[in-house]
């Protein structure tokens, strides 16, 4: 089996010449700009790593789809920071900040259609798996990109309906990753489908996660500002939890802090406080790291359906890497 070492040259390699076109600049510089600033290629290292439990070594077989994966991924945080304003990712300057709202909408369909291009580099033997697998992937993420714009102007949302909306939009993709690299590997329908809800399963621990440190983690460690889902009214788990457990007064408490003003830099922070005291007074933060467990623990259980011994614990060390952020 390939070592998780391994993986990291070839990534690195991958990665450091993109193959983008180099004009018009406009429409490709914010491509490059954003592969350049990329965080830990965790949807492409899935896809090594599933497709390393079957093969010793890589091929543009594996390698072109992965990099589709992490363009596709891009793709959709170019588009998601102009729908949320936000400034910053990754801690710099979001693609629309540094170029403008019509740039970043257009390399972001660009990057879409790369991304595509991409995946039609699997072996013709899977192909139509692979590609009816991508497009269902894509079309969901879309899909709970509509949902989550919609919480934000419901008073309430149930879990239910949430957890729904995490698994199109981050699950998904994350659970295509595992299965992908699978299948282009030659492994068997029942291993690809335990592998697809071992990587769904993480991906919703992962935007868990995410939420959670939304609102408690480290600016510098995170990347963008921390409140952002709380400012743009975002129906972040946190937030569905902490109306599931509120008595009515806290309930009527939360939907004013949701209600506060945020035109200035003051007012937003008033509100994030206002909104995070309740979080803490109801236990919210901690019940989402409990869940960020569970659904890791969900995952693992998948995992060992398809493996042991040293390919097992692959698996749990990238689960780790994917959620361990949060501890």
């Known amino acids: 089996m390939t070592t998780e070492s391994r993986i990291d040259k070839v990534l690195e390699q991958l990665f450091s010449n993109p193959g983008f076109p180099s004009e018009p600049s406009g429409l490709y510089a914010p491509l490059g700009y954003m592969i350049e600033i990329g ?8 896809a090594l790593t599933t497709y390393s439990l079957y093969k010793d070594s890589f091929t543009e077989e594996i390698l072109q789809p992965a990099m589709g994966l992490e363009i596709y991924h891009n793709f959709t945080l170019i588009h998601d920071d ?9 801690g710099v300057p979001t693609v629309w900040k540094k170029w403008g709202m019509d740039a970043g909408i257009l390399s972001g369909d660009v990057m879409s259609i790369e991304s595509f291009r991409r995946m039609t580099m699997a072996p013709q033997r899977v192909l139509p798996l692979v590609m009816d697998l991508f497009c269902n992937t894509a079309a969901g993420v879309c ?16 879990m239910e309906s949430y957890i729904e909306m995490i698994g199109l939009k981050t699950g998904a993709l994350i659970a295509c ?7 282009i590997a030659g492994a068997s329908e029942s291993d690809c489908d335990n592998l697809y809800e071992y990587g769904y399963n993480l991906g919703l621990a992962f935007q868990v996660a995410d939420d959670y440190l939304d609102a408690y983690g480290d600016e510098k460690v995170f990347g963008k500002p921390i409140g952002g889902d709380i400012v743009n009214n975002k129906k972040s788990w946190l937030t569905v939890r902490a109306f599931e457990k509120a008595s009515q007064a806290q309930a009527e408490a939360l939907e004013k802090a949701l ?6 830099d003051e007012e937003k922070g008033a509100k994030i406080a206002a909104v995070m005291n309740i979080y803490s007074e109801l236990g919210v933060d901690e019940d989402a790291k409990y869940e960020i467990l569970r659904l890791n623990s969900k995952a693992m259980e998948f995992a060992s359906s398809v493996c042991s011994g040293v390919r097992l614990e692959t698996l749990r060390r990238f689960a780790e890497k994917l959620v361990g952020r949060s501890k």
Do not use: C
Not at 83 to 89: A, K, Q
Not at 177 to 183: N, P
């Open 39 to 46: 965080g830990k290629r965790l949807r492409p290292r899935l």
């Open 82 to 90: 102009i729908m949320d304003n936000s400034p910053l990712r990754r």
């Open 143 to 158: 899909e709970g990109q509509q949902y989550d714009m919609e919480f934000e102007r419901m008073d309430r949302v149930s």
């Open 177 to 183: 990753a595992a299965k992908l690299g699978a299948l």
């Open 259 to 264: 209600q506060m003003p945020v035109g200035t």
